[in-house]
């Protein structure tokens, strides 16, 4: 138990980003994925880890989401709840004393490697991870030219609780992958 939940503290989360790479390897070598047709996702730390695979092998993605991940560890820790930054800390790094490190486990920092098409989706009542982390998000893409998709939830934090909201995150999600995976904008379809 322990063992595996530590596997990823501070320098070596650069591993976990690692193994979303090799088991997209594993996939395609095994015959159970297209390599051209990978896209990768996650909500929370899975949307921190999306967007740090896709910026550290540009090459294996060709569509992404992110939902409520952590995109600049400085500016994560300056906005969340005070007792999220403080349970953050043992789990990344302190954010004075290891900035060299969160530096580089930010995914903002590497933005321009990142060539795939992103989803970027937020509560906007998210404590946890601050909206400012997908605005910022957002902001760097479309400062390099890219046209991320972005979908604020109003009324939602850090989970999307709404039934409505939920239907709308689907939808939106799916849209996206369909129109990104398949070539398709099936809306018009």
């Known amino acids: 138990g322990r063992r595996f939940v530590d596997a990823d503290i501070h320098r070596r989360r650069f591993a976990a980003i690692d193994d979303v790479a090799d088991v997209v390897g594993y996939l395609v070598e095994a015959g159970l994925a297209d390599p051209t047709a990978i896209g990768c996702a ?4 899975g949307g921190y880890l999306t ?3 896709m ?3 540009p090459a294996l993605f ?4 992110d939902a409520s991940g952590i995109t600049d560890f400085e500016t994560f820790f300056a906005h969340t709840e005070p007792w999220i930054a403080a349970a953050a800390v043992s789990r990344y790094g302190h954010p004075r004393r290891d900035a060299g490190l969160l530096r580089e486990l930010s995914p903002i920092h590497r933005i321009g490697q990142l060539s795939a098409p992103l989803l970027v989706v937020h509560g906007g009542q998210d404590t946890n991870v601050p909206a400012s982390q997908a605005e910022q998000l957002v902001a760097a893409l479309r400062d390099r030219g890219g046209s991320p998709g972005y979908l604020v939830l109003p009324d939602e934090g850090h989970d999307i609780l709404g039934t409505t909201s939920r239907a709308i995150f689907v939808r939106e999600v799916v849209h996206w992958l369909v129109r990104h995976l398949l070539d398709v904008d099936e809306r018009s379809a």
Do not use: D, E, I, P
């Open 55 to 57: 910026v550290s092998y």
């Open 42 to 45: 996650g909500r929370s730390y």
């Open 62 to 65: 060709r569509v992404g989401v």
């Open 51 to 53: 967007v740090a695979a």
